[in-house]
């Protein structure tokens, strides 16, 4: 059990090899955690949707709780003219929530870990908003980087820091859901293996930091499921209300 | 020679190789591109089915549901302030009554108060009439009675003392001569026996 704290990343094939052209599209157990996470949200909000009564039971509270929370976050941030890409930030949300719940399940694979995943996640956000701000003010989007009540001298400069914090924000976006997901798995399995090597004399101490950890871990996917969604509103809100 | 040399250089070169690769897997898996087309890929159908799904068909059932329940509940509100208003009607018309009902009694109360007044007092002013008549017959009787009785008890004066006298004396006296001596004692001393 004091394996490589790394191993737990690691992506494997699950039956055949999957090839289209040159490119290996295998079904994994990262696919596998996609799918679960997936239908584990539909089943949930399909019961809580299914059925209308005045008094809702636990699973449509729930499904409604979770429908006005992000409803709510979505006004809040980005206005009444985010409303069209609510059900994209809705699903977005679940789904990261979701993949950092089941990681938190021991011996499962946690999706948001790779960089990969959340890049893309992040680089569709970005290309998006990018595309919808253009749609919306043409190239008079391009003045959200030249924000007003600058004085001229401190302008150029204030424009290519714009440009370079706007470039950046797919890669910060990504970089920030998947090291926190590593970085807190990655502790969970030192502490874990600490446990096992220090054995029934010294591994309590190392066990009751795992304990505490858990619950942080499971505290910090809830956390940064809501930060990715807050923070795709942002941006949205950006292209969609030039304020600057 | 040249070429054993050269295999011995190509086995190595491998051997290293694979070292480096091994150690490069025992770093980040996250960094190997092995399977970085399987996950986008797989990323791409999972999540577009998830976002086709959740806005197509649950979302708005649940924003359906939601938008239900808030109206329900508006014209529940609605209906419990209507009967709000219809029972202070209600009330109000409750008090009017009991006020009128209130009122009326008291009238009511004066107004037999004042005709039992009345008729006590027509009562008693015929009674006391009634008394006032009577007093004054029996006055009258009293007064005829007085002015009869000063002769009665002469009467009666003359013949107890005529027949006084015949006792005492012996003989018939002449009643007139009698009578004159009472006649004038009580003229003297009427108004001593008889009050006045």
Known sequence: MAANPMTQFEVYR??????????????????????????????IFNLGAKKNSLLPNKIQLLAELSYTFVSKMISDTAGSKAKPYFA????????????????????????????????VLAAFIFIGVTIIGFIKHGFGYLKLFVPSGVPIVLLPLIVVIEIISYLSRPISLSVRLFANMMAGHTMMKVFGGFVISLGIVGGWLPLTFSVALTGLEILVAFLQAYVFAILTCIYLNDALNLHH | MVKKYFFQLIFLYLFFSKEVFAAES??????????????????????????????????PKISANLELRKSQIQENIEAADKQRKDSELKL?????????????????????????????????????????EEIKKAETEIEQLRKSAPEKINKIAIETSSEIL????????????????????YRKNGGKYYGN
């Open chain 1, 88 to 119: 994209f930030i809705f699903s977005l949300f679940m789904f990261v929530l979701f993949c950092n719940m089941f990681g938190m399940i021991p011996y499962t694979f946690t999706v948001t870990s790779h960089i990969i995943v959340t890049f």
């Open chain 2, 26 to 59: 025992g770093g980040m898996p996250q960094l190997d591109p092995e399977f970085w087309v399987s996950q986008i890929f797989w990323l791409t159908l999972v999540f577009g089915t998830l976002y086709i799904v959740l806005s197509k068909l649950i979302l």
């Open chain 1, 14 to 43: 699950i039956g055949p090899e999957i090839k289209i052209g040159t490119f290996d599209i295998s079904f994994t157990n990262a696919s596998l955690f996609m799918v679960v996470s997936s239908l584990a949200i539909l089943v």
């Open chain 2, 166 to 185: 015949k006792n005492l004396i012996g003989t018939e006296i002449n009643n007139s001569s009698i009578s004159a001596i009472v006649d004038d004692l």
């Open chain 2, 92 to 132: 109000k018309e409750y008090d009017d009554i009991i006020l009128k009902s209130k009122l009326e009694s008291k009238n009511l109360f004066n107004e037999t108060r004042e005709k039992t007044l009345k008729n006590i007092n027509i009562k008693k002013d015929s009674l006391e009439k009634q008394i006032d």
